[in-house]
């Protein structure tokens, strides 16, 4: 029970009456107060319409994460942080002393990398710029036996498959350009006759190395890997990289490339190709963060108007099925039981006599 | 049916006083995922570490939730995110049960959040893009929630939504931290006073009082609007 109700204080228990705070008492103190009093009446009033118009505020929750694709991404982030945290041994003065090794900072700069595009980006300029020039110059003078000297060339002579399995780790450099420009890739070839080659994402041969890296998991860096998705996103179209990213998505060791190849995934159409790796995902991934991303990617292909037109995996309803009863994330198995429920419903309504396509 | 009741109730349970304890799941593995909270957090504590992922689940939504309605930046929500879930994981082990898990979480959460709004205020330059408002078309080609959401609407009444929606947003951002935070909790978290005040590390007097100021200078702010 509240101090004693009168005009002075009217407003504050007005504010807590709209706000749902009173008990059943106070409450009814309140109301009693606004029949005697026709100015308390007017603030009680303007309190509760004052409320009613926050409550027509759509929160910004509900624009900037309408998919839930931030919370799956989020998960999975925290996850993978947890688990690079628990394959770090213990700590001790040793430790202490061997955390300054470089494999460690190298290690720090793979997570900023992977989990802070913004600051990766920048990382990336500025790191490229100086080991670039610096790395370079002393391939040239130490990797490079004598008398066969690097061949820079502007047009890319077209590139072997025994060459692209030369290129080593550090071997493929992605350089981000303003504007909408697609990146400038730089490829050192060492083998058989060692060369830089330079071009971008938009030529063909080009194209064809970077969705070799991506189909490629451990021969290439994290961080390359997920620029190289993010080079080939606008020619997702394209058979070889929507087959790079598929099997990306399939084996890459890193979920945080199997949730970009997804999202790089969400451009194309409903191939069923795309739709074979996101069931897959869905299926068998390990890392509950890409098995959601891999269900709402399901979901957002069968709203699509092109879903009527092509045919759905006929696993897709046993794998939901099995999600819904065996996920071990509650939000995949609710979520499976919604998409179960909308595959039934587009059975019913749209899909002719037959069912859906082997 | 039954998965799809329970996730909506959950979804909705972020304006009901009772938002942070989200309801279960049905559980697939009823040892652990129907477990309660101090199950989970004693098997946690041990260093279970399937026991926090399911702790995690249970309360994430809301928290992204809250980072998200104060900040209004994706980004910095994702932030408070990792930071929030990384505390609460490396001290766990410290919590003793004195007072409900997510307030105990909703404490690490707010003070994060008023970290950033605070950083923000000593650096105008980092404010949040301001957002654009979701269509009614984009909002009705959204998911199955979504669709939920809007099947009672109409659109006019959607467009002014949004435009008070944009208002309200922007007399939020004027509010300081600590009222931005209690404002936020009480009302669209659903959070009472005396939770909120104890997430605070305050009383839930104080609580009231930024409460107050917070509505007195929003009601200034947004005047003439209804």
């Not at chain 1, 109700?5 to 709209?18: F, T, V």
């Not at chain 1, 309190?47 to 009613?52: A, D, L, S, V």
């Not at chain 1, 981000?176 to 060492?190: D, F, T």
């Not at chain 2, 939504?61 to 209004?72: D, E, H």
Request: charged content about 25%; aromatic content about 6%; some cysteine.
């Amino acid at each position: 029970m509240l101090a004693e109700l009168n005009c002075s204080n009217y407003e504050d228990r007005a504010i807590l009456y709209a706000a749902g705070e009173l008990n059943q008492e106070d409450s009814a103190a309140v109301e009693a107060h606004a029949q005697k009093c026709a100015n308390c009446a007017a603030i009680l009033s303007r309190e509760i319409g004052f409320r009613k118009t926050l409550a027509v505020r759509v929160e910004p929750a509900d624009t900037l994460d309408r998919s839930d694709l931030l919370l799956a991404r989020c998960r999975s982030e925290l996850f993978e942080t947890l688990d690079d945290a628990a394959a770090q041994p213990k700590r001790s003065w040793r430790g202490l002393l061997t955390s300054l090794a470089p494999w460690h900072c190298l290690r720090a700069f793979r997570q900023i990398v992977v989990f802070r595009p913004g600051w990766s980006a920048a990382a990336l300029l500025l790191v490229g710029a100086l080991a670039g020039t610096a790395a370079r110059e002393l391939y040239r003078q130490v990797a490079l036996p004598v008398g066969n000297p690097v061949i820079t060339v502007s047009a890319p002579a077209p590139i072997t498959e025994q060459e692209l399995e030369t290129i080593g780790r550090d071997g493929v450099r992605l350089e981000p350009q303003s504007g909408s420009l697609a990146p400038k890739v730089e490829l050192q070839v060492r083998s058989p006759r060692p060369r830089v080659v330079q071009g971008t994402s938009d030529d063909a041969d080009i194209r064809r190395v970077l969705a070799y890296v991506i189909g490629h998991g451990g021969q290439f860096d994290d961080g390359v890997r997920l620029q190289s998705i993010d080079a080939l996103r606008p020619a997702a179209d394209d058979p070889q990289v929507r087959e790079a990213m598929s099997e990306a998505l399939r084996h890459d060791p890193n979920p945080a490339v199997r949730l970009r190849a997804i999202e790089a995934l969400r451009d194309v159409g409903s191939a069923a190709d795309v739709q074979s790796a996101i069931l897959g995902a869905l299926s068998d991934d390990d890392n509950s963060g890409v098995r959601i991303q891999a269900l709402n990617s399901l979901l957002e292909r069968m709203r699509s108007r092109e879903f009527s037109r092509v045919p759905l995996d006929n696993r897709a309803e046993g794998i939901l099925r099995d999600r819904m009863h065996n996920d071990s994330n509650s939000y995949i198995r609710s979520r499976s039981a919604d998409a179960l429920g909308q595959l039934t419903s587009m059975d019913e309504d749209s899909v002719p006599s037959g069912g859906r396509h082997p | 049916m039954q998965s799809e009741m329970m996730l909506r109730s959950s979804e909705t349970s972020t304006n009901s006083a009772t938002a942070a304890v989200a309801p279960l799941a049905p559980a697939s593995s009823p040892t652990l995922s129907a477990a309660d909270d101090r199950t989970l957090i004693e098997r946690a504590q041990a260093g279970d570490r399937s026991a926090f992922e399911l702790l995690v689940q249970r309360y994430d939504r809301q928290v992204l939730r809250l980072a998200l309605n104060v900040l209004g930046s994706a980004e910095d929500a994702r932030d408070v995110y990792q930071e929030a879930f990384l505390k609460i994981y490396r001290n766990l082990r410290s919590f003793r049960f004195e007072c409900a898990f997510y307030t105990w979480i909703y404490r690490i959460v707010t003070n994060i959040c008023l970290d950033h709004l605070r950083r923000r205020r000593s650096h105008p330059e980092d404010q949040p893009p301001v957002l654009r408002p979701v269509s009614f078309e984009e909002r009705h080609d959204g998911d199955f929630f979504d669709r939920q959401q809007g099947t009672h609407s109409d659109p006019e009444r959607e467009v002014l939504g949004h435009e008070i929606g944009r208002k309200v947003q922007s007399a939020l951002q004027a509010l300081s931290p600590r009222e931005r935070m209690v404002f936020e909790m009480r009302h669209y978290q659903g959070m009472k006073l005396r939770d909120i005040g104890e997430a605070l590390g305050t009383t839930e007097e104080t609580a009231k009082n930024s409460l107050f100021r917070a509505t007195r200078k929003l009601r200034t702010q947004l005047e003439g609007l209804r």
